[in-house]
Nanobody, 126 residues
C-alpha cells in the first residue's frame, strides 16, 4: 500500500507565502502524476494544481493561477506547492494525491487519483 504524506501547512497572514510538500511512496515514482486538492470548511474538495510524471506539464485552477507554483523532485519522491499572495479564501485542508499516469486524464480528475494523503491545514488570517 502506497503512502502519501503532506507537510508544511500552518497559520499565516494574508499576503504571506507558504510551501507545502508531498512525499509519496509509490513505485516507480516517475509513473505518477501528482495533484493537489483542497477542501475549505463547509465546501466540497476542489482541484488546485497538478504536475505530470516527468515535471513537463503543470496545470492550475483559475483560482490559484499566477499565485501558486507546483514543482517536483523525482530524486526525493517529493512534489512541492508554493503558495504566494495568500488570501483568507485559500484557507483549507490541502490534500496531495497520486495518479498513475499511463492512459490517464490530463489534468487528472479527483476520480482518477489512486492514492491520497490525509491533508495539511492552511489557515490564512485577514
Amino acid at each position: 500500500q502506497a503512502h502519501v504524506t503532506e507537510s508544511g501547512g500552518g497559520l499565516v497572514q494574508a499576503g504571506d507565502s507558504l510551501r507545502l510538500s508531498c512525499t509519496a511512496s509509490v513505485t516507480p515514482y516517475t509513473n505518477y502524476n501528482i495533484a493537489w486538492f483542497r477542501q475549505a470548511p463547509g465546501k466540497e474538495r476542489e482541484f488546485v494544481a497538478a504536475i505530470s510524471w516527468n515535471g513537463g506539464n503543470m496545470y492550475y485552477s483559475n483560482e490559484v493561477k499566477g499565485r501558486f507554483t507546483i514543482s517536483r523532485d523525482n530524486s526525493k519522491n517529493t512534489v512541492y506547492l508554493y503558495l504566494s499572495t495568500l488570501k483568507p479564501e485559500d484557507t483549507a485542508v490541502y490534500f496531495c494525491a497520486a495518479d498513475q499516469a499511463f492512459n490517464s486524464n490530463w489534468p487528472p480528475q479527483e476520480s482518477d487519483m489512486d492514492f491520497w494523503g490525509k491533508g495539511t491545514l492552511v489557515t490564512v488570517s485577514s
